[in-house]
């Protein structure tokens, strides 16, 4: 399990621009690594279309947003694609990152146990280190708070 004050994991991972996400080559900025259980879907939707409007803001925080699922890059791209997200999603589904970080968790769906992403966003200082976790997020109010948060670190 990670604690705020670790050492955020690092973890390398091709981005849905194309491009190659490496954690610690962002020393020098914070970042916003938020997992969600599925493209597409109302409450995952919600939440990245809230990043999506206030990423001016988290930009002038000099923060920069991740996405990881184990949704597939095809998925990513047409839900970038239909929403306009300006910020890159990571596609895990070999769970390597999404397990790292202890969020691959036991849910309770209808009544029936399954194994999922446990929605969860972290915040990562300039010196790569873990200073906010919110498990079990519920999406309305969650980015300004995450805003919020940021400004006071």
């Known amino acids: ?8 994991p690092d973890f390398s991972a091709q981005g849905s621009r194309g491009e190659e996400i490496i954690l610690s080559a962002l020393k020098g ?7 969600y259980p599925k493209d597409m879907t109302s409450g995952c ?3 990245a279309c809230d990043f999506r409007d206030h990423h001016s803001e988290f930009m ?3 923060t920069v947003i991740i996405g990881v699922s184990k949704d597939t890059m095809g998925s990513h791209h047409k839900f970038i694609e239909k929403y306009q997200l300006p910020f890159a ?23 029936k146990k399954t194994m999922g992403i446990e929605r969860t966003t972290i ?7 873990i200073r906010k976790i919110y498990p079990k997020v519920k999406v309305k109010g969650h980015v300004e708070q995450v805003l919020r948060d940021l400004n006071n670190l």
Do not use: C, H, R
């Open 1 to 8: 399990m990670i604690s705020a004050g670790d050492i955020a």
């Open 29 to 35: 900025k914070k970042v916003v690594l938020y997992f």
């Open 45 to 47: 939707t919600t939440e």
């Open 60 to 62: 002038a925080a000099d």
């Open 89 to 111: 999603l990571i596609s895990d589904p070999e769970l390597e990152i999404i397990q790292t970080y202890g969020v691959w968790k036991e849910k309770n769906m209808y009544g």
């Open 123 to 129: 915040i990562i200082d300039e010196q790569g280190i």
